[in-house]
C-alpha cells in the first residue's frame, strides 16, 4: 500500500519560477527522502530528512517536514528546464525497517 | 564504480515464457531492493535482502515471481511463467546508507 502520496500530481511552471511539491504520508517514519526521475532513468536520491528535523537545505532545493501533519514539501526555487522529472518522496517506515515506501510522485515540466 | 548494473535494458517476450532480469549492486552495498514501476501502481517494493538473505518478499505479487542473490555481486528476478500484466520497469536500488542507488531499469513487455 502507499504510505506517501504526493501532491499536486503534475505541475507546470515557467523557468525561473519556484516548484513546491507536497508530500503526505500515514504511519510514523524514522525519515523521510526525495527522489528524481529524470523519464526512462532511475530514481536519483536527492535529500534526506530526519524526523527530528524541520528543515533542510541543499543547493535550490529547500524541504521541510512535519511529523505533527505527516507532511512534507520539497521546494526548487529558480527553476531550470532541466529540472523536468518526476519527484517521489519515500518513507523510511519504522515496522518495515530498512525499506522504502515510494508516492506515485509529481511530475514537474519547467518550459522555458 | 559504474553504479547499479541491470540487465538487460528491454526485454520482450510472450505470455507464458520465463523472464529473468539481473542487477549487479554497487560494491560494498549490503542492501539489494527490487522494485516494479507501472503508471496505474507507481513503484512498488517487490523483494529486499540484507546480505544477500532475503528479509522482506511481502511484495512479491504471486508465486510466479522469485529472486535469488547467491552473492553479494548478483541477483535475479524471475517470472515464470510470464503474463501480460506484469509489463512494467522493474528496478534494482542498492545501499549502504540510507540512501538507495538505482539501477536504470528493465522494460518488459509480455505479449
Known amino acids: 500500500s502507499q504510505q506517501g502520496e504526493e501532491d499536486p500530481q503534475a505541475l507546470s511552471i515557467q523557468e525561473g519560477e519556484n516548484a513546491t511539491m507536497n508530500c503526505s504520508y500515514k504511519?510514523?517514519?524514522?525519515?523521510l527522502q526525495w527522489y528524481r526521475q529524470n523519464s526512462g532513468r532511475g530514481l536519483v536520491h536527492l535529500i534526506l530528512?530526519?524526523?527530528?528535523?524541520r528543515e533542510k537545505h541543499s543547493g535550490r532545493l529547500r524541504v521541510t517536514l512535519d511529523t505533527s501533519k505527516k507532511s512534507s514539501s520539497l521546494l526548487i526555487t529558480a527553476s531550470r528546464a532541466a529540472d523536468t522529472a518526476s519527484y517521489f518522496c519515500a518513507t523510511d517506515v519504522r515496522q518495515a525497517g530498512t525499506a522504502l515506501i515510494f508516492g506515485k510522485g509529481t511530475t514537474l515540466s519547467v518550459s522555458s | 564504480d559504474a553504479g547499479v548494473i541491470q540487465s538487460p535494458r528491454h526485454e520482450v517476450t510472450e505470455m507464458g515464457q520465463e523472464v529473468t532480469l539481473r542487477c549487479k549492486p554497487i560494491s560494498g552495498h549490503d542492501y539489494l531492493f527490487w522494485y516494479r514501476q507501472t503508471m496505474m501502481r507507481g513503484l512498488e517494493l517487490l523483494i529486499y535482502?540484507?546480505?544477500?538473505?532475503?528479509?522482506?518478499d511481502s511484495g512479491m505479487p504471486e508465486d510466479r515471481f522469485s529472486a535469488k542473490m547467491p552473492n553479494a555481486s548478483f541477483s535475479t528476478l524471475k517470472i515464470q511463467p510470464s503474463e501480460p500484466r506484469d509489463s512494467a520497469v522493474y528496478f534494482c536500488?542498492?545501499?549502504?546508507?540510507?540512501?538507495?542507488?538505482f539501477g536504470p531499469g528493465t522494460r518488459l513487455t509480455v505479449l
Open positions: 535482502f540484507n546480505n544477500n538473505v532475503p528479509i522482506d
Open positions: 504511519t510514523s517514519i524514522n525519515n
Open positions: 530528512i530526519r524526523s527530528n528535523e
Open positions: 536500488a542498492s545501499r549502504v546508507t540510507n540512501e538507495q542507488f
